[in-house]
């Protein structure tokens, strides 16, 4: 996921300044990426399903463990300016907005198919388009608003049957994927006056500290899906630790990929995490899309690869000026 799925969303702003020097081994290190990341998804729907742990306490220990695994290399790497930011607030308030959408989706895969809440969660970039044109003033024209409107259509009908199954926890993809889309829209607002090792830094603490303070609030209320508890296994620390890991470094890897190739050739590999989540949701969990989700699912595709072409044509036609 959303690390997102979800670190950093895949569409992120590429650094004006980083050289586009090899996009074939950009291109297979995102692909390499977007493979790897439904795992963390998979481990938090294993932790529920056989671990018996809430998603609160297994969303916690995703940021708890990111931050014990990356920050040792933090400080080797920056020293103590790895926590000096210059827009300190900003990212804690990225992290309490990351760990906010990490918690919905972690509570979605305990309930939902994996391959169910990523193509909902797809819904996110349509989000994103729609806040820039809204308080960004960016332009938008017909042709993306109606892609985002067909879009949305193609997630009512993967949320469709899955609401009738599971209610109001159907939409939870939705709640995060409006969460993540904040986050970006901060980054996008913002933009970068920070190392993208402070803002993960950063990021992490903010998450972890959320996640902290609503573990203990929702289990002091009883709500089921914030139990405090520890692992029941060596297995399940074992895939907790590995559960932070690949949050912290993956994350890195795909600021790398950035580096080496143009976003307009690299976002659309963020659509190979529903091809990872449909495989590790098959053979951990038994669960496979039926062919109306399938046809959902390429709806949301096809509509967000085409915004990512209509923004690479204005790209263009604005260089061209």
């Known amino acids: ?69 990356t920050l040792p290399v933090l400080f080797a790497l920056s020293g103590w300016s790895a926590l ?3 827009r300190p607030w900003l990212n804690l308030l990225r992290g309490v907005l990351h760990g906010s959408a990490s918690l919905m989706f972690f509570i979605a895969v305990k309930y939902m198919p994996l391959a ?40 009512m009908i993967v949320i469709q049957p899955s609401y009738e199954i599971f209610g109001l926890k159907a939409l939870l993809p939705v709640a995060c994927a409006f969460l993540f889309a904040l986050y970006m829209f901060l980054n996008r607002a913002v933009g970068s006056a920070d190392s993208p090792m402070t803002m993960q830094t950063m990021a992490g603490l903010g998450g972890t500290a ?24 060596w297995l399940g620390l074992l895939l907790l630790v590995l559960l932070g890991t690949i949050s912290g470094y993956i994350h890195l890897l ?18 190979f995490e529903i091809i990872a989540a449909t495989i590790l949701g098959y053979w951990l969990f038994g ?29 263009q036609e604005s260089q061209q000026i």
């Open 1 to 69: 996921m959303l690390d997102g799925g979800f670190p950093e969303s895949p569409v992120m702003p590429k650094s004006k300044s980083a050289p586009v020097d090899n996009p074939v081994q950009g291109m297979a290190l995102m692909a390499t990426c977007m493979l790897i990341l439904p795992s963390m998804d998979a481990i938090a729907k294993y932790m529920a399903t056989y671990e018996g742990m809430s998603p609160g306490q297994v969303t916690f220990y995703r940021f708890f463990f990111q931050l014990a695994c």
């Open 210 to 233: 959320l996640m902290a303070v609503a573990l203990l609030g929702g289990n002091q209320m009883g709500q089921a899906d914030f139990h405090i508890s520890l692992p029941q296994s």
């Open 84 to 86: 000096s930011a210059k």
């Open 254 to 271: 795909v600021v790398h990929a950035f580096r080496m190739a143009p976003l307009s050739v690299l976002a659309p590999f963020q659509y």
């Open 287 to 315: 669960d496979f899309p039926t062919v109306s989700k399938w046809f959902g699912i390429a709806i949301i595709v096809g509509s967000g690869l085409f915004i990512l072409w209509r923004e690479h044509r204005r790209a």
């Open 116 to 155: 169910d809440v990523f193509a909902i969660y797809f819904v996110e970039p349509f989000i994103l388009t729609a806040l820039s044109a809204l308080f960004l003033g960016e332009k938008v024209g017909w042709r993306r608003w109606l892609a985002i409107i067909v879009g949305f259509g193609g997630a």
